[in-house]
């Protein structure tokens, strides 16, 4: 039960709030008022603390969104993370200092700078902070925003503590978007990368999206080609030929499957030629690019080396890698015969 003097303290706080948080931690409950002021309540706990937190949630719920109690989360856990939750007032959920409402709110379609402002205040100093971090920065107007460049000031001091592969990845790639860190925390994380893959593979993904802001200053010798075949223009600038070299980085240290899934499709996806699919198998990834240069006189090898390219992803290494459980060193011995034609066709691309 909870006690009756927090109650009351409850029940003032949603009528004064437009958005609450709980910490968990410190056992506060916190209401953000119109003035943007924090006002505090200290719990009085008279029983467990984990069922007097979720006490307090139950009222919250039950005072702001009606006597619907533990039903409305179950909801909000089964639709908030891929973005199906609808309301004609979405600020409503803020006020329910549960996470599951603030990852809705974050995947909300209708979404204005208000309620980034209060998205981000709910989200700090939670548990799920990173992620809700991560779900604002997917949001093209934020990245414009003070806000989007604390969010990415945030993600780059929680880096050296992510241990998540996937959550690595996407961390770099969102934050290296246009203008959130300046050029030294760029050239430092670019730095970091040489020994922590994981980053790199952030920056190539950057890369793929052909962002013509996304510049980063690196010791690698980058020089652009003259390409004449139709086909091979795209290698021959300079961010091509950055995102290739990077690839080499990346695979010569190949260690973590999704690392390798996520590399290879960067190189197909950024190679994407209309002529070429998607193959499963080497030898048939090595009979298309074949195909394609019958006829092909000059700058052969190099045209075979970008359309062999164009047919990587995921699906080449996938079936192997699960059958046989690889980890560690064990995926670049195994897939040697896999890895080998790749990394042959980006030295070709990347030698004048």
């Known amino acids: 039960m909870l006690n009756t003097e927090d109650i009351l303290k409850l029940n003032v706080l ?75 007032n979405l600020s409503l959920l803020l006020k329910l200092g549960e996470v599951e409402a603030v990852i809705a709110v974050s995947n ?9 402002k ?28 003070n806000i989007g460049r604390n969010i990415a000031k945030y993600l780059l001091e929680l880096l050296p503590f992510i241990h998540d592969i996937e959550q690595l990845i996407d961390t770099t790639n969102l934050i290296l978007q246009k203008g959130l860190i300046n050029k030294t925390e760029k050239a430092k994380l670019w730095e970091q990368g040489q020994k922590k893959t994981a980053f790199l593979v952030g920056f190539i993904e950057r890369m793929n999206l052909k962002d013509i802001y996304f510049k980063i200053h690196t010791d690698i010798n980058i020089i652009s080609f003259n390409f004449k075949h139709q086909d091979l223009q795209l290698i021959s600038n300079k961010q091509t030929q ?16 999704t690392i390798l899934y996520r590399t290879l499709d960067v190189l197909g996806q950024y190679l994407y030629h209309p002529s070429i ?76």
């Open 277 to 352: 699919t998607f193959k499963e198998s080497i030898v048939d990834i090595t009979n298309q690019a074949n195909v394609m240069v019958c006829n092909i006189k000059d700058e052969r090898e190099k045209l075979f080396a970008r359309m062999l390219l164009a047919g990587v992803s995921e699906r080449l290494v996938v079936s192997t890698i699960s059958a046989h459980r690889l980890t560690g060193s064990a995926i670049r011995r195994k897939l040697i015969n896999i890895l080998s034609p790749i990394q042959k066709a980006l030295d070709v691309l990347t030698t004048p």
């Open 118 to 145: 209060l998205t981000w205040w709910c989200a700090t100093n939670t548990a799920n902070q990173a992620e809700i971090g991560r779900l604002l920065l997917t949001k093209d107007f934020v990245i414009n925003t």
């Open 14 to 88: 949603i009528k004064t709030s437009i958005a609450i948080r709980i910490d968990t931690y410190k056992l506060i409950v916190v209401g953000l008022n119109t003035q943007f002021k924090e006002q505090m309540i200290n719990l009085s706990l008279t029983s467990d603390s984990d069922a007097y937190i979720k006490e307090v949630k139950e009222l919250l719920i039950n005072q702001v969104m009606g006597t619907m109690k533990g039903k409305y989360l179950s909801y909000l856990k089964h639709w908030s993370r891929i973005g199906q939750v609808t309301s004609s």
């Open 242 to 257: 950055l995102l290739l070299k990077t690839t080499i980085n990346i695979l010569k240290k190949i260690n973590q499957e």
């Open 108 to 116: 909300a379609i209708k979404f204005d700078k208000n309620l980034l």
